[in-house]
């Protein structure tokens, strides 16, 4: 049971750039999210999904999109990178309650 | 909606000494609380929850204590160890089944 997992856990992008952030669970969790976090600001909700197919936004979703095909994966797209979404990334998934949170992204765009 | 806030960005204390962190959140409609730990380099680990229910839940050497009349939760930590020292959030649930908004983190330094 490998619980949350993220990949790439280091990227650094140009100004412009796309990329996805993956993140997958083993724990069968309709519930998933990505937050941001950054120095002083804590955990910033993007996006969430409450299942497969449902999508919906958190509280800094522009500049970010997400999509849920399946019930353990939820990636996140960044369309065109900017200094501004320099950060690192959390991908959880939660059971009725608690959330559980993947080791992080750490993005860097220049 | 709701804003959480932590007492303190940076709290050391002794190896061995009791810690207390402390959390303050703004709507009395929530009614879920967790803390979590992260250390370097890592995702945020779940420590321990309460309900609005209760007013004291006991872990393995923590302790969380509610305070619905000021809206206020803590987070004692019995003995602490140097492998305590990480930077411990709390998380409020309002409303909506599992969206969380967190406080900025208390950042725990223990010293030998």
């Known amino acids: 049971n490998a619980g949350v997992t993220q990949t790439p856990k280091f990227q650094v992008l140009k100004t412009g750039q796309s990329m996805t952030l993956q993140c997958a669970q083993d724990m069968n969790h309709e519930y998933m999210s990505w937050y941001r976090q950054d120095p002083g600001m804590g955990l910033r909700l993007i996006h969430y999904?409450?299942?497969?197919?449902?999508?919906d936004q958190g509280e800094v979703p522009n500049g970010y999109n997400v999509s849920r095909s399946t019930t353990e994966d939820f990636p996140l797209r960044l369309l065109s990178a900017a200094p501004s979404q320099t950060s690192v990334y959390f991908c959880a998934s939660s059971d009725a309650n608690t959330q559980y949170f993947g080791p992080g992204t750490r993005l860097t765009v220049l | 909606g709701e804003s959480v806030g932590l007492h303190l960005p940076t709290l050391s204390v002794q190896e061995g000494d009791n810690s207390i962190i402390n959390c303050a959140y703004s709507n009395s409609a929530s009614d879920y609380f967790i803390w979590y730990k992260q250390e370097s380099g890592k995702g945020p680990q779940f420590i321990i929850d309460?309900?609005?229910?209760?007013d004291k839940r006991q872990g393995q050497r923590v302790t969380v204590l509610l305070n619905k009349t000021v809206k206020h939760l803590s987070l004692q930590i019995a003995a602490t160890q140097p492998g305590d020292s990480a930077v411990y959030f709390c998380?409020?649930?309002?409303?909506?089944?599992?969206?969380?908004?967190f406080g900025t983190g208390t950042r725990l330094q223990v010293t030998l």
């Open positions: 999904s409450v299942g497969a197919g449902i999508t």
């Open positions: 998380a409020v649930r309002t409303g909506t089944a599992s969206k969380l908004t």
């Open positions: 309460i309900r609005s229910n209760m």
